[in-house]
């Protein structure tokens, strides 16, 4: 196992080296600081998704520093949604594959019934396929205009109703090896299948909404009229440290369903 900077309960941030060993803005809180170099774990991949981490006393003891500080430090990332405290057993590297972190982010609800009531997305893969980046997905993606990336379309539907037609890009590097046969094949989130076969976990993302027409192919992939409301979602998917791992662009049907955001 790597060893990692020891942070001192009684180290100022800024004193000495410990700011700059841990990668941590000078003067944040050392609390922020344990933060940063569990995060650095994290996407170094010594917990993987789906796995429990140290205890607080065994990394209390790792970076010498009390377990107060390490409480805070994991209580922020459960915050994040990046671990999961599990009553009696410990803390898990938080996965989309649990149930309750599937529909994380999707936020198309039915007016009638709830998402685990409809059951699981039935997905029909369009086509996968090796582009080169255009400037604007580049530019999204934090990529050189002309990269290599995987353009995925899709369409989800529920009770064999399609709700949402998905154009998906992808950065080529990290996802090589991502086939048409590998989407079909697989059953569970997409997101799920990124953390397992590839390495990659999505752990925010950043959404634009507003309302359009559908056009021709619109209207066919998604059984409407042509010119049929629909709602365009865009979303900017980042991995760890803030990195943009996918660039996401949806369709949805709200003539049964809804988009709901709970903010607080």
Same mark, same amino acid.
């Given at each position: ?39 650095r ?35 922020e ?7 999961v ?23 198309l ?23 080169? =980046? %255009? ?10 205009t002309?990269? !290599? /990336?995987?353009? +995925? &379309?899709? $369409? ?27 989407? =079909? %094949?697989d ?11 590839? !390495? /990659?976990?999505? +752990? &925010?993302? $950043? ?18 009229a ?23 662009? !949806? ?14």
């Amino acid at each position: 196992m790597a060893t990692s900077p020891s942070p001192s309960d009684t180290t100022q941030p800024g004193e000495g080296s410990t700011a700059a060993e841990s990668g941590a803005p000078a003067f944040s809180p050392l609390y922020q600081q344990i933060k940063g170099l569990i995060l650095r774990s994290l996407q170094a991949g010594e917990w993987k998704p789906g796995d429990m981490i140290p205890s607080e006393f065994d990394l209390a003891a790792r970076y010498k520093v009390s377990q107060g500080t390490v409480r805070k430090a994991i209580d922020e990332l459960a915050t994040d949604n990046l671990v999961v405290r599990r009553q009696g057993k410990g803390t898990f590297v938080a996965t989309h594959a649990e149930q309750h972190i599937q529909f994380r982010f999707l936020r198309l609800l039915p007016d009638q019934g709830t998402l685990d009531e409809q059951g699981p997305a039935e997905r029909q893969i369009i086509d996968c396929r090796r582009l080169r =980046a %255009s400037a604007e997905v580049a530019r999204q993606l934090g990529l050189r205009t002309g990269d !290599g /990336v995987l353009q +995925v &379309r899709r $369409v989800l539907a529920f009770g064999g109703t399609p709700a949402i037609l998905e154009e998906i890009w992808l950065p080529g590097g990290p996802f090589k090896g991502l086939t048409i046969d590998t989407l =079909a %094949s697989d059953k569970g989130p997409m997101y799920a299948l990124f953390e397992s076969q590839f !390495g /990659v976990r999505m +752990v &925010r993302a $950043v959404e634009k909404l507003k309302a359009v027409s559908a056009d021709a192919e619109a209207a066919e992939r998604l059984a409407v009229a042509p010119g049929h409301p629909l709602l365009s979602v865009e979303r900017l998917a980042f991995t760890y440290n803030d990195t943009p791992m996918e660039l996401r662009r !949806g369709l949805y049907r709200t003539d049964a369903r809804h988009y709901r955001n709970e903010l607080s």
